[in-house]
C-alpha cells in the first residue's frame, strides 16, 4: 500500500498569497509494480468544499497550491484530510493529515468609530471632562493589530484610553474659551505596529456652548462731553456704549444709572438713561450760570445668570453761551 514518506505534513503560508503558490508537497511511495504501485492523490471525503475553494491539490505531484484567497482574519489553519491511492484493482488508500498555518499579515488598517459625541461643550468644563467616546479597533493580530492613537495638532483636547477595551474617551485637557475658538474640528488618528504600518484618520467636530464670562466693557474708560446750556429739556445730552464678549443674552446689555448714597439728591435728577441704547437725556436745561459741571455712573449689566456688570464716569461740563 502507498506509504507517505513523512510522518508529518505541516506547512506555514502567508495569508493574501498569490493564486499558484506552492503550500507544500506531500509525497508516497508504493512498492508495487505497474499501475499497482503508481501513486495519486485526492483530499479526503470529509475535505469541506470550502477549503477545496482554497486550495487545489495535483493529483500527480501531491502538491497543494493555493486557489483562492486565504485570510488570517477568517481562519488562522487548516487541518487537511490528504489520501494517497493506489491504481491498483482492488486500490489501497493511505491518509495524511496536513496542517496549514496561516501567518498574519497587516492588511486591516485600523477602524475608528465614533460611539458618542456631545452635541456642544460648554466653554466652563472643567479639564477632563469627556466630550466623545471612541472605539478604535484592528482586526490584526500581534504589532500588526497593535494601535496608537492621538488627536492631531495642538488642541485643548486629548485621548485617554478607557476601562472598556479598545475604547478611548476625548477630554479637555485645558481650559476652553468660546470667545477665542467657538469650533473644534478635531482629527483623531490611529496607526497600527505593523511594518509598514496602517493608519486611519477620522474628524469630529465640536461647537462650544457659550457661558458667562465676560463683563460688558465700555467703549471708553472715562467719558467727558461739552453740552451747551440752554439746551432743550427732554434732548439728547450723549451717549454711551458698552460691547461684551459673550453671546446671546450673556451679551444682552442694560443700562442704568447708579444710584449711590452720594448722588441721589443732585445729578441723577438731571439726567435720564436710554436702557436699552445708552442715550442720555438732560431732564432739564442747563445754565452755565449755576452748574459749570456735574458727572455720574453709568452700569452696562448683561442678562446673563448670573448677570455680570461694570460701570463708567460720564462727566458733562456745561458751556457757556452769551446769554
Ligand atoms: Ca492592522
Ligand atoms: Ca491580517
Ligand atoms: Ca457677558
Ligand atoms: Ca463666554
Given amino acids: 500500500m502507498p506509504v507517505f514518506i513523512n510522518n508529518t505534513y505541516s506547512a506555514i503560508l502567508q495569508e493574501n498569497a498569490p493564486v499558484g503558490t506552492t503550500v507544500i508537497q506531500v509525497n508516497a511511495t508504493d512498492l508495487d509494480t505497474g499501475s499497482n504501485g503508481e501513486v495519486f492523490y485526492s483530499f479526503g471525503s470529509d475535505v469541506k468544499d470550502k477549503v477545496k475553494e482554497l486550495f487545489s491539490l495535483n493529483s500527480a ?9 486565504v485570510d488570517f482574519e477568517e481562519k488562522d489553519s487548516y487541518d487537511i484530510d490528504i489520501q494517497a491511492s493506489d491504481k491498483g484493482f482492488f486500490p489501497f488508500k493511505t491518509y495524511k493529515n496536513v ?12 477602524e475608528i468609530e465614533v460611539a458618542s459625541l456631545s452635541r456642544t461643550v460648554s ?30 495638532d495642538e488642541t485643548p ?28 474640528d478635531l482629527t483623531i488618528i490611529a496607526k497600527d505596529a505593523g511594518v509598514p ?63 449711590t448714597a452720594g448722588n441721589e439728591r443732585s445729578m441723577i435728577l438731571f439726567v435720564n438713561i436710554n436702557s436699552e441704547n445708552g442715550d442720555i437725556m ?9 452748574l459749570k459741571t456735574f458727572q455720574f455712573q453709568v452700569v452696562a449689566t448683561d442678562s446673563g445668570i448670573p448677570s455680570l456688570s461694570s460701570n463708567v464716569t460720564v462727566k458733562v461740563f456745561i458751556l457757556d453761551q452769551n446769554d
Fill in 99 to 110: 496542517i496549514i498555518k496561516i501567518a498574519d499579515i497587516n492588511d486591516n488598517p485600523p
Fill in 197 to 259: 504600518p496602517l493608519m486611519s484618520q477620522k474628524k469630529i467636530s465640536l461647537q462650544l456652548s457659550d457661558s458667562n464670562d465676560n463683563s460688558p466693557e465700555f467703549l471708553e474708560s472715562v467719558y467727558t462731553f461739552y453740552v451747551p446750556e440752554n439746551n432743550p429739556t427732554g434732548s439728547l445730552l450723549c451717549s454711551v456704549q458698552a460691547s461684551d464678549r459673550d453671546e446671546g443674552e450673556n451679551a444682552l446689555i442694560t443700562y442704568s444709572l447708579m444710584r
Fill in 123 to 152: 466653554e466652563d468644563s472643567r479639564p477632563g471632562t469627556t466630550v466623545a467616546l471612541i472605539s478604535i479597533t484592528d482586526l490584526d493580530s500581534g504589532i500588526n493589530g497593535k494601535v496608537m492613537s492621538y488627536i492631531a
Fill in 61 to 69: 505531484t501531491g502538491e497543494i497550491i493555493v486557489k483562492g484567497q
Fill in 157 to 184: 483636547f486629548k485621548l485617554t484610553p478607557s476601562i472598556q477595551d479598545n475604547m478611548f474617551a476625548v477630554v479637555t485637557k485645558s481650559q476652553l474659551d468660546r470667545e477665542e475658538k467657538n469650533v473644534y
Fill in 282 to 290: 438732560a431732564l432739564k436745561s442747563f445754565d452755565f450760570e449755576t
